[in-house]
């Protein structure tokens, strides 16, 4: 199933920095996700895959997003069910989200775990490079 939403990001005030409000862009979150696991960069579209979870109530959710000129940071969470009760259907939970024209580099951080990774528009693997 697909849940289309546009998706307001508001940029955080960093003391010494300066951040832009990013305008609204479209997020899409899905429960069977066919992308491999982790962060990928198709088409300008970066997806955030969870990977296979035991129930329906898993997924990513999004904290900030942060521009400051042609950078971008991300960062996100997993969200868990609140209970494990109910259909137990294994999911593989993603999200999906148009960048916007012009960045230059993305750092994508998760939350809880601190792991991150950065990208740039030669990542894209659709585009090839360019």
């Not at 109530?57 to 997003?65: K, R, T, W």
């Amino acid at each position: 199933m697909r849940v289309f939403f546009l998706f307001t990001l508001l940029s955080l005030s960093l003391v010494g920095c300066t951040t832009v409000p990013v305008p609204e862009l479209a997020v899409t979150q899905i429960n069977q996700c066919a992308e491999p696991l982790g962060v990928s960069l198709k088409l300008n579209t970066l997806t955030i895959t969870l990977g296979e979870r035991p129930s329906l109530g898993y997924g990513v959710e999004l904290l900030s997003l942060e521009q400051k000129g042609e950078r971008l940071r991300l960062s996100y969470r997993e969200k868990k069910p609140a209970q494990q009760n109910g259909k137990r259907e294994k999911t593989h939970p993603c999200v999906q989200l148009k960048l916007p024209n012009g960045w230059q580099i993305l750092e994508v951080v998760e939350q809880d775990s601190g792991q991150r990774v950065r990208l740039t528009p030669k990542d894209d693997s659709l585009l090839g490079g360019q």
